[in-house]
């Protein structure tokens, strides 16, 4: 209990009087921490953009207007039957022809002829929206079978599906790219704090030979390092959170007329305050206390 | 006034400090050491000492005959390659690394460098000693002025080490060496940094801890401290005793 409060005292007393050494690890960790954090808004936009372009990908069935309810029901349920399917909706003949008029209000011509015609000539059509773009390929080709070839007349299949592709191409290749940006991200992170703790204790080093040769224990050498290591780590996670916060809050509006929503990065950052802050702020610590640990080995053998 | 004062905490330490020691009559022995840190580079060979308790004794030789490695050897900080190093009837050729601490609180030792921590004022680098064993507060503050008051430097104890002459340093070392009652004090060339005065100051604060009954072992290669204690000199040649004299003079 004593030593453990000296270990504390002597914790402070250091950071404190090596203060532009402390200020100096506390900036590294600081920058480090930042990037890792800016590496987190393009993942949430790039996640953001990715889920809002899937949003306006849907395959669109249209049914013969000859094709009665009892059929269209039967494939409305088949469609609803798959699990990656996330909704459907059914337009009636009316809300169809109804539509159609809407959209061609200005040409009076499109309008003139569908009056010619004596009945409607459009069937009804059927919406259909899945978990991920790679499944519309799934639900078109379970669609193509015999029996249902007099029901559907034609599907937004052809028109779609190299836009699908594509897609799925860039996503995968955004998530392929981030993935190897925060891999690269935190092999430097990695380095850089542990050598920064390094060159930290090699200033200290005759420090540390003094300490052992006055009958200090080991654990009277490295506890306050470690104390040091905790205490840089919290104020490091505390000013890079609040500065990514600020930066946010600037952002924010810029991000908000790309994507018709407010404070989205704001909003994820404190959603997730927890588990982001608890992440980097253990990861953080690790590396710091493992690294001053390996350092100090060294020196601790006098 | 101040000087009365003096020579009453002086005598209280002295007391207090003498009755601490055990009587024990071989305080180190060294049987057959030898050391070597590579096959060829040998430092000391087939070294045979013994130090009795309460004496003085100066251990003399060039540079580079092994008188640091035989610090090195009392204190733990490396291994005999051959032999057996006993001190106050404890066995330390193989002691293992959690039982190094105990060992340094027993003994006390100075260097050439002083090897204050630079952060930690006067009283801190003194108190350090004592906190690092577990003493409790009450003991460190009783303690520490007293121990400060043996080398003279009461007055400086806020100051840090860079505020203070490379003598005062010496004493804080002193003082830092002497809060565990050493039954023995090593000092590694403790005046190579000194001017005469200086050197003469810290000779005589030896004496005076060694009339306490602590066993002094000087490491020096100063002719004119050697010949001016008229105490037993130990003198190394080439890693192996060349001579020892009870009452000796710096020879080579």
């Known amino acids: ?302 | 006034m101040d000087d009365h004062v003096d020579v009453i905490v002086f005598c209280c330490f002295k007391l207090w400090y003498t009755s601490c020691i055990d009587f024990c009559l071989s305080m180190i022995t060294l049987e057959g050491v030898t050391k070597k840190y590579t096959r060829k580079a040998t430092a000391l060979n087939e070294i045979n000492l013994q130090v009795d308790a309460g004496d003085f004794v100066s251990i003399v030789g060039q540079s580079g005959t092994g008188k640091t490695t035989l610090v090195k050897l009392l204190i733990a900080e490396e291994r005999p390659t051959q032999g057996r190093v006993t001190i106050g009837g404890w066995d330390i050729t193989r002691i293992r690394q959690k039982d190094i601490p105990l060992l340094r609180r027993q003994i006390g030792v100075i260097f050439q460098d002083f090897k204050l921590l630079p952060q930690k004022t006067v009283y801190e680098n003194v108190a350090f000693a004592l906190q690092v064993a577990g003493e409790h507060f009450f003991r460190i503050r009783s303690v520490v002025p007293q121990v400060l008051s043996i080398v003279g430097l009461e007055h400086r104890k806020h100051a840090y080490p860079h505020q203070l002459s490379g003598g005062e340093q010496q004493r804080v070392a002193i003082a830092r060496s002497l809060v565990h009652r050493p039954k023995i004090l090593v000092a590694d060339e403790p005046t190579g940094n000194l001017d005469t005065i200086n050197t003469q100051e810290i000779i005589d604060i030896l004496k005076k801890i060694n009339e306490f009954g602590t066993t002094i072992v000087l490491v020096t290669h100063n002719r004119d401290i050697v010949n001016h204690l008229r105490r037993r000199v130990v003198t190394i040649h080439e890693g192996s005793i060349f001579s020892d004299e009870k009452h000796g003079k710096y020879r080579l």
């Open chain 1, 1 to 302: 209990m004593l030593s453990l409060f000296r270990v504390f005292t002597f914790a402070i007393q250091d950071v404190l009087r090596n203060f532009s050494l402390s200020v100096m690890t506390v900036f590294i960790l600081v920058l480090m921490l930042l990037s890792v954090n800016s590496l987190l808004v393009v993942r949430v936009l790039t996640d953001h953009a990715k889920f809002s372009i899937e949003d306006k990908i849907d395959v669109t069935i249209y049914f013969d207007n000859e094709a009665n309810s009892d059929e269209i029901e039967e494939v409305q349920s088949y469609v609803k039957s798959f699990p990656e399917v996330v909704s459907v909706k059914f337009f009636g003949r009316e809300e169809v022809i109804e539509q159609f008029r809407q959209a061609h209000q200005d040409n009076p011509e499109i309008l003139a002829s569908l009056d010619e015609l004596q009945e409607n000539p459009l069937g009804a059509t059927m919406v259909v929206k899945t978990r991920q773009p790679s499944d519309y390929q799934k639900i078109i080709s379970s669609l193509q079978i015999p029996e249902y070839e007099t029901i559907i007349e034609a599907k937004s299949f052809a028109d779609t599906e190299q836009a699908i592709d594509k897609i799925n191409t860039i996503t995968t290749n955004v998530e392929r790219f981030t993935l190897m940006l925060s891999a690269l991200f935190t092999v430097i992170a990695f380095f850089i704090i542990s050598n920064t703790v390094r060159v930290l204790i090699y200033t200290q080093r005759v420090e540390i030979s003094i300490k052992k040769l006055v009958g200090a224990t080991n654990w009277f050498v490295q506890g306050p390092y470690l104390v040091a290591a905790f205490l840089f780590s919290v104020a490091s996670m505390v000013i890079s959170y609040s500065l990514t916060l600020v930066a946010l809050g600037y952002l924010d509006p810029y991000i908000s007329v790309v994507f018709g929503e407010e404070l989205i990065l704001t909003n994820y950052f404190i959603l997730h305050i927890l588990l982001i802050a608890g992440v980097e702020f253990i990861a953080v610590l690790f590396l710091t206390v493992m690294s001053s640990l390996l350092a100090m080995r060294k020196h601790l053998n006098v």
